[in-house]
Antibody
Framework: QVQLVQSGAEVKKPGASVKVSCKASGYTFTSYYIHWVRQAPGQGLEWVGIINPGGGSTVYAPKFQGRVTMTRDTSTSTVYMELNSLRSDDTAVYYC????????????????WGQGTLVTVSS | QSVLTQPPSASGTPGQRVTISCSGSSSNIGNYPVNWYQQLPGTAPKLLIYSNNERPSGVPDRFSGSKSGTSTSLAISGLQSEDEADYYCAAWDDSLNGPVFGGGTKLTVL
């Protein structure tokens, strides 16, 4: 079945970087865009950015531009999200999620979602 | 402040019908289909409704969606205790050039 499995929880100090992985299985990895969405404790969902696993192109939310980098490894069907210059308000659960139909860019639903990776930023 | 506006909470008793609203603008809901996600406590969001009113396989027909102009709503009929969760609406937004979400509605089954 289609599955996205993320790396484990991380604890980082302010100013550090974190790299979260998301391993895909059960479908053609290069045909479906993957988004990253985060959720701060007790808060709603916030879009971080999107990566095209096929060509590697990315689009980031303006709020994260300059601090986030998304990459992929087609040999292992894994996408990565690296966030730099971490601040306490970056503490959140980070989710990867796949678009519902192949090559969909705008009119997309997200299914499934990874289990989430808690990133805690604390001195 | 979320781009899409949802009520923070909703409630109902078992068997009742509840609706959750979500309003946006012409840059998002007015031009793009809306999707709804259900997030049970301590779990990742799960697709509940896509393309305004379509249900993925496995989602009971108690759940339905509708859209009119720049507003949309999720209806849950025959409310059950396992429906207690947070519900989020989402749509693409031309201003952000990315998807936007509502702030979420916490549904309580009394």
């Amino acid at each position: 079945q289609v599955q996205l499995v993320q790396s484990g929880a991380e604890v980082k100090k302010p100013g550090a970087s974190v790299k979260v992985s998301c391993k895909a299985s059960g479908y053609t990895f290069t045909s479906y865009y993957i988004h990253w969405v985060r959720q701060a404790p007790g808060q709603g969902l916030e879009w971080v950015g999107i990566i095209n696993p096929g060509g590697g192109s990315t689009v980031y939310a303006p709020k994260f531009q300059g601090r986030v980098t998304m990459t992929r490894d087609t040999s292992t069907s894994t996408v990565y999200m690296e966030l730099n210059s971490l601040r306490s308000d970056d503490t959140a659960v980070y989710y990867c999620t796949k678009v519902g139909t192949a090559t969909c860019y705008r009119d997309c639903w997200f299914d499934p979602w990874g289990q989430g990776t808690l990133v805690t930023v604390s001195s | 402040q979320s781009v899409l506006t949802q009520p923070p909470s909703a409630s109902g008793t078992p068997g009742q019908r509840v609706t959750i609203s979500c309003s946006g603008s012409s840059s998002n809901i007015g031009n793009y289909p809306v999707n709804w996600y259900q997030q049970l406590p301590g779990t990742a969001p799960k697709l509940l409704i896509y393309s305004n009113n379509e249900r993925p396989s496995g989602v009971p027909d108690r759940f339905s969606g509708s859209k009119s102009g720049t507003s949309t709503s999720l209806a849950i009929s025959g409310l059950q205790s396992e429906d207690e969760a947070d519900y989020y609406c989402a749509a693409w937004d031309d201003s952000l050039n990315g998807p936007v979400f509502g702030g979420g509605t916490k549904l309580t089954v009394l």
